[in-house]
């Protein structure tokens, strides 16, 4: 008994889940009537997961992002983050955020365009420094500080709006489809940069897509969601090694579980109303 009782106090005990949703739900208040943008949405994210949300236009993958960011807020359910409100949450800095568009200001030069987070949250200018240099390094943007965002391609604009969520060191990245708009070729090379930066990292990260390559690529965890009202109809638990070249998209276990979220997908569609 006393030995079990020693076993107990040295196990460590169970982390709880980075973010943790049970019956979410949201309602908009639209002219015409009430719109249900999620329901009933229950999930848990652990530290450190890769976890993508796909499916259709329309079925609240990014609605359910911002509420995670406190964008959006819940009419029913619970949600916490870092076992706080989203509000408390976003208070204490706990996530970055990387939109679709890069949405770098084109009179400030990259360095600037990062350093502005960490000028509104008063770090000194040696540390602004510091972290920035870091961060430029990370996302392999050293040497192009100086340059404007109308001097970078779209790929380069949105690993440097990465690199602008990342300066202030959140555990969580949050990045609503950052890749979409790019060619299929670009796309390819910079999830290849952001697995590696993940796995440098350690962080926890939230990305929204509508590629199902791109899910099952880059991630540890799939979320299905159907169309409006935005529901869960499946989360994959993905098996594919950390270590992922891109022709492991060739591979029986990646077209297995692209398979899946395909079936999914269209399971989703089947409960439309």
């Not at 015409?32 to 999620?38: F, H, K, M, T």
């Not at 926890?204 to 690529?217: C, K, Q």
């Not at 993905?238 to 399971?267: N, Q, Y």
């Amino acid at each position: 008994m006393a030995q079990a009782a020693r076993q107990a106090d040295m196990d460590p005990a169970p982390q709880l889940p980075v973010i943790a949703a049970k019956n979410l739900d949201l309602v908009f208040e639209a002219a015409d009537g009430p719109v249900q943008a999620l329901r009933d949405v229950t999930l848990s994210i652990g530290k450190g997961e890769f976890v993508s949300f796909i499916g259709p236009s329309g079925c609240g993958k990014t609605t359910l992002l911002r509420v995670i960011a406190a964008l959006e807020q819940p009419t029913g359910g619970t949600i916490t983050v870092n076992g706080m409100t989203p509000d408390a949450a976003r208070m204490q800095r706990a996530y970055g955020y990387v939109f679709q568009a890069a949405g770098l200001y084109p009179w400030r030069t990259i360095e600037k365009n990062i350093k502005l987070p960490l000028e509104i949250m008063g770090f000194d200018r040696a540390e602004q420094d510091r972290r920035v240099r870091d961060v430029l390094a990370l996302v392999d943007l050293a040497g192009f500080g100086k340059k404007f965002p109308w001097q970078l391609s779209g790929g380069m604009q949105q690993r440097a709006s990465i690199a602008r969520a990342l300066a202030y060191d959140a555990d969580i990245l949050l990045m609503d489809e950052p890749f979409g708009a790019l060619d299929e070729i670009v796309r390819d090379h910079l999830n290849e940069q952001l697995l590696t930066l993940w796995a440098r990292t350690e962080k926890t990260i939230g990305f929204v897509t509508h590629s199902i390559p791109e899910a099952v690529y880059l991630s540890t965890k799939i979320v299905v969601m159907s169309p409006r009202p935005g529901r869960i109809t499946d989360i994959i638990e993905s098996d594919l090694p950390r270590e992922r070249p891109l022709d492991i998209r060739d591979t029986p276990a990646f077209l297995a579980i692209a398979h899946r979220v395909r079936e999914g997908l269209r399971a989703g569609h089947a409960y439309e109303d």
